[in-house]
């Protein structure tokens, strides 16, 4: 073989030519446009975590309130992985430590069934616990408030039921109709009855709250065959003091659907009469949306666990646990909104839609003068036994009693009645929000909306001044610091006007959060 003669090539070789570097290259290329695309939607799957796997809202979608979020707001187009809820700020507790309350407390310091019997129980075992065998299950889901409290003597039930904002979630894009549904609420009192076991063991009240969700303005909220409260949430409050953590104010339960469900449907089982099957077996936990956000942290409804997590809105302290008011005001405020300011912003609101319903807000008013009165003196005299309650409890600090010590006030007889009182006559503590001043107005607007959820019965009440001076250097911080999610306020959604500074991924306030948070750097201690 000569110098140019070129070797045989190896069976199973083939030489590496230009169309081979030109395959390769192209290959490269591929993989390089594929590794792109995929840390591309890595960053992008942020924005749909939590969200059921859906990406975050577009502007164009349907049913938008542009009035309080405009269709140019950045919020709408930033992925935003600032905004990614990091953890919960409502302790949510475990099963296990619902079981182990529902035995080693409850069942022992209220003398409920047993240890080991109390966990198999139903809401029908504590209804003859304080006196009611004859109340079932499917009496509380079906019959309206007039019904259930003819049940037994004057005096011994009460029921009402009203458009709960507090329910209502509040976390995605404004809407016309909140995605879940209006949240509603029928909550029956029973008395312990004299000779119960109830009565026997100390306790006062059994408070019943269901939960329920509207998907429609027009619909009826409590249309027994379409609507069942799918969580159930029981305050059993102790008649007298003093109190400690053998010997406790209030017991936490959770019950399961009141009446049975088929579970391919999801609608009531009736047998061959057409009558609903009891249920309402004893439960652990409730789901809620405390800790959504919105778009960019849009999550589901958590488990929330008794009794850690009832604690946090009824009182913070094991041994003396407190019911909340009935804020009536409140809820016509989110409704109607009345702040007496002419800049058309402050009648913006969450669930104005409302307002065109067949059905009042408090519910049993039906619309009707005479019906109003009847049920608005109901709900005073369930804020008469709740006042009881709070007032039982030595608490230094107990602006819960405050609030509903003026709630009474202004609603009794001789006062407003049943009238609403818009939030700035409202004020109570050692120093009144002013009615005629507009800034303070304005506060009132932006504490109601944003911050009541939380602040009418955890750690203060917006509608105590002297309590919002106090914080009103740690607000700014708890709103607009987004880097620390355990301490980021509000916990169920984001504050209108907080832009995100991309560089650095800190929380900037404009807009209305900027107007209210100068306000509030304004006001006078």
């Not at 953890?87 to 047993?114: C, H, M, W």
């Not at 008469?384 to 609603?411: G, M, Y």
Request: charged fraction near 25%; include cysteine.
């Amino acid at each position: 073989m000569t110098y140019n003669d070129k070797p045989e090539p190896e069976r199973g070789y083939k030489p590496f030519g230009p169309k081979d570097r030109l395959l390769l290259i192209l290959a490269c290329t591929l993989l390089l446009v594929v590794i792109i695309l995929l840390f591309w939607c890595l960053r992008r799957d942020r924005s749909t975590r939590g969200s059921g796997g859906q990406p975050s809202p577009t502007p164009m979608k349907a049913g938008l309130n542009p009035a309080e979020l405009p269709l140019a707001h950045v919020r709408r187009s930033i992925n935003g992985s600032a905004f990614q809820l990091v953890r919960f700020q409502v302790v949510e507790g475990n099963e296990d430590g619902a079981k182990n309350y529902y035995r080693q407390t409850v069942s022992p310091q209220i003398g409920f069934l047993t240890p080991d019997t109390i966990l198999g129980s139903s809401i029908k075992d504590l209804l003859e616990y304080f006196g009611y065998p004859g109340v079932t299950p499917k009496d509380l889901h079906r019959l309206s408030s007039d019904e259930i409290m003819k049940l037994s003597p004057p005096g011994d039930i009460l029921a009402t039921r009203f458009f709960a904002p507090k329910i209502t979630a509040v976390a995605t894009e404004p809407t016309l109709i909140p995605a879940s549904g209006f949240g509603w609420r029928k909550l029956v009192r029973l008395k312990a009855k004299a000779g119960s076991l109830a009565a026997k063991n100390g306790m006062d009240l059994l408070l019943f709250l269901q939960n329920i969700f509207e998907k429609t303005v027009a619909g009826n909220p409590f249309d027994i065959d379409r609507n069942v409260s799918r969580f159930n949430q029981v305050i059993v409050t102790r008649k007298e003091g003093e109190f400690s953590p053998a010997k406790r104010a209030a017991y936490f339960f959770a019950y399961s659907e009141l009446i049975k469900i088929d579970k391919n449907t999801g609608q009531p089982i009736k047998d061959a009469n057409g009558n609903f099957a009891d249920d309402g077996k004893i439960s652990f936990s409730l789901q809620a949306t405390f800790d959504g956000r919105d778009p960019e942290t849009n999550l589901a409804p958590k488990d929330y666990f008794v009794p850690d997590s009832c604690l946090q809105c009824h009182g913070a302290d094991k041994s003396r646990g407190k019911a909340n008011y009935l804020d009536t005001d409140h809820w016509i405020d989110r409704v109607t909104p009345d702040y007496g300011l002419s800049d058309p912003k402050f009648k913006e609101e969450d669930f104005t839609a409302l307002a065109s319903a067949p059905y009042d807000v408090i519910f049993d008013g039906a619309r009707d003068p005479g019906k109003f009165q009847k049920a608005f003196d109901v709900i005073r005299l369930l804020n008469e036994d709740i006042r009881d309650q709070n007032q039982r409890i030595s608490d230094p600090d107990n602006f819960q009693l405050n609030a509903v010590n003026k709630w009474l006030n202004l609603h009794s007889p001789g006062n407003s009645g049943t009238a609403h009182v818009p939030p700035y006559q409202r004020g109570f503590g050692n120093q009144l929000w002013e009615p005629g001043d507009q800034s303070h107005r304005k506060i009132l607007y932006y504490l109601n909306r944003y911050c009541y959820r939380c602040h009418s019965s955890v750690v203060y009440n917006v509608f105590d001044r002297e309590a919002v001076s106090g914080y009103r250097g740690q607000i700014p911080g708890r709103v607009v610091n987004i880097s620390q999610s355990e301490k980021w306020m509000p916990q169920d959604r984001i504050f209108p006007g907080l832009e995100i500074d991309q560089t650095h991924g800190t929380g900037v306030p404009t807009g209305n959060l900027k107007e209210f948070l100068d306000l509030l750097a304004q006001l006078q201690p």
